[in-house]
C-alpha cells in the first residue's frame, strides 16, 4: 500500500531529459515508484494536465528567525519551494546565544529588513549551534539548512570589539573553534559580507566587514576539514564590479575551503553585457586555478520597495543612517524640518553617494502604496505627478507622504525592462559559472517578497515567454542548487529520493502582487505575495499545500552538514 500516488501527470524530473507521462508513488516519505503506478494509495492526486515536478530549492535565503513563529516559511511553499538555506551573507542567529541577543536582533533588524518587533518574539535558549538546530527539528514544513555566520562567529568571540577591530592571532584562534564546533553540530558552512552596504543597528560595519584576509583563510580553511560543507560570500565588487585582488580573494578561498564559493547577486542588464561578463570571469579565472566560484542570480528583475520606516538603502545615503536609529516619531520630527529636508536632500544628490545617489531623483519613484486616507489618491503615480498637483518641490511632495502615512510609505524606483533583459537572462540562467538563487526570502519585508523568485521565471520566463523549456528551468530549479550544496537524494524525482515534489499547472503559474500584510509577531508587517497555478507541494511525501493554502502538516526536516549533504569539492561546481 503506497502512501501517496500522483496519477496521469507529466512528469518533469529535474534532470533536464525530456518530460514523460508518469504515475508517480511515494511510501514512508520516498520515491518508490514511476511509470504505471498500478499499486493502491492512501491518498490520490489527480495530475491530468498538470507538471509533476521535484521540489524547489532556494539556496539563499534569511528565514533563519521566521521559522521560529511560522514554521511554513510562507509564503515560499506558495511558490513551490520545499528546500530552504538560511544564515546566508554573514548573518545567523547561532551560535551565539542571548547574552548577544540584543545585538544581533537590531543588526537582522537593520541589515535585512527584519521588524524589531517580531525578533524580540525569540526566546533566544541556544549556546551553541547544535542547541539552535535542536530547536527545529520536528516543527517546520520545508526542508531547512544553514550556514553558520561570520559576523555572529565574530561576536561570540570579541563581543564588542567584533565590530571594527582587526581580530588578534588567539581570537582567530578562537573563531576557528566556534566554527569547527557549529560545523559539527550541522552547519552547511560558512557565509560572511564584506559589502559597504551591511550596517549594524548603530549604524556601524557589521563584524565581518571587520575581518582580515588572513582571518579569512583561517576560517576558509576550517571549512575543508568537514565533510559536505560549502562557502557563501559577498564583497563589494559584487555590486560595483570586481577588483583583480576580490577576483584572487574569492578563487583562493574556494581553494582553502576546497569547496565552491557562491557569491550574492549577479544583476543581468541588456544595457550592460560587458558588466555583466567581467563578473562572470571571476569564475572562468577561478577555474583556472582549479577553484569553483560560483554567481547566484536572480531569474527576475528585482523590484524594490523603498520605506521610510525600517530605512534600507536609504540608511546608505550620506548623512542619512544617523535619522534611522531614531524612533519612528522622532524620525517623522526630523522629516518634517525644512531645515533637515535640505541637509538630507543635499546629502543623497552628493558625490560621496555614487550609485545609491541615483535614488534622489525624487521626482522617478513612484508611490506603490499608501496608508493615510488623505494619501490613497496618489497610489500608482509618480512623485513628479504628485509635486505638479500639489505645487511642491518633489522632496518636499514626497516627505509629506511620507510623514503623513507615519513613514510607512511604500516606494518603488523606476525599473525598464526590456524583452532584451529576458533574453539575456535565460542565457545567464544556463551558464555554468552561474546557479538560480538569491531571493532573499524572509527578509527585507518591507522591501519585497523575494519567494516570487520561482514562479516569476516559470511564468514570466518560461510560460509567457518561452525562453527556455520547462525540462531546463525546473532543473535550474532544482537539481542544478541542489549539486552545488551536495544535497543527499534531493532536486530530482526519481525512485529512492525524498519526496519532494511540486505539481503545477503550466497554463496558469505565476505570483500575485506584492502587498502590505501585517502578520508578523507585534502586529509587524511584510511584503507578501501569492502563487498562482501551484496546485500541490509535497515534502518529504506529506502534502504541505494544496490549492495555494498551507495543509498544517510540518514534515520538514532540519538538514545537517555530513548527514545530509555529500562534499561537493572545489573544481567541480554544479552539476549540469
Known sequence: MLDLVIRGGTVVDGSGAPARRADVGVRDGRVVAMGEVDEPATTVVDADGLLVAPGFVDLHTHYDAQLSWDPTASPSPLHGVTTVIGGNCGFSLAPAGAEHARYLARMMARVEGMPIAALEHLDWSWDSFG???????????????????????????????????????????????????????GALGLSTSQAQTHNDGDGMPVPSRAASRDELEALCAVVSRHPGTTLELIVPGCINGFSEDEVDLMATLSLLADRPANWNVLGVSALNPDGLEHQLEASTSAATRGATVVA???????????????????????????MFTLPVPERMKVLSDPAERARLDAGAKSKEAGIIGALARWENLVIDETFAPGNAAYEGRSVRDVARETGQEPFDALLDVVVADKLRTGLRPPIGESE?????????????????????????????????????????????????????????????????????????????????????????????????????????????????????????????????????????????????????????????
Not at 524594490?304 to 525600517?310: A, D, K, T, V, W
Not at 505539481?503 to 503559474?509: K, M, Q, T
Open 420 to 576: 532584451a533583459d529576458w533574453e539575456l537572462r535565460a542565457k545567464v540562467w544556463q551558464d555554468p559559472r552561474t546557479v538560480v538563487g538569491g531571493s532573499d526570502a524572509g527578509a527585507h519585508l518591507d522591501m519585497m517578497c523575494g519567494a516570487i523568485y520561482s514562479t516569476s521565471m516559470l511564468g514570466d520566463g518560461v510560460r509567457a515567454r518561452n525562453l527556455v523549456s520547462w525540462e531546463e528551468a525546473i532543473c535550474q530549479l532544482t537539481d542544478v542548487p541542489a549539486r552545488l550544496y551536495g544535497l543527499r537524494e534531493r532536486g530530482r524525482l526519481a525512485e529512492g529520493f525524498w519526496a519532494d515534489i511540486v505539481v503545477l499547472d503550466p497554463e496558469r503559474v505565476g505570483h500575485g502582487p506584492e502587498r502590505t500584510r501585517d502578520d508578523l509577531p507585534g502586529g509587524a508587517s511584510r511584503l507578501y505575495a501569492e502563487g498562482i497555478g501551484i496546485e500541490h507541494v509535497i515534502v518529504n511525501g506529506e502534502e504541505i499545500v494544496r490549492g495555494g493554502s498551507f495543509t498544517g502538516s510540518l514534515p520538514g526536516a532540519v538538514l545537517r552538514s555530513g548527514a545530509d549533504t555529500e562534499t561537493v569539492r572545489a573544481g567541480a561546481g554544479a552539476a549540469r
Open 131 to 185: 542547541q539552535w538546530l535542536a530547536k527545529l527539528d520536528g516543527s517546520i514544513a520545508v526542508n531547512a539548512g544553514f550556514l553558520v555566520g561570520h559576523s555572529a562567529v565574530r561576536r561570540v568571540v570579541m563581543g564588542e570589539d567584533a565590530v571594527g577591530h582587526v581580530a588578534s592571532e588567539e581570537q582567530v584562534r578562537a573563531m576557528t573553534e566556534v566554527l569547527a564546533r557549529s560545523l559539527e553540530e
Open 296 to 322: 547566484l542570480t536572480l531569474p527576475h528583475t528585482m523590484k524594490l520597495r523603498l520605506s521610510f520606516e525600517p530605512g534600507a538603502i536609504l540608511d546608505s545615503l550620506p548623512g542619512w543612517s544617523e
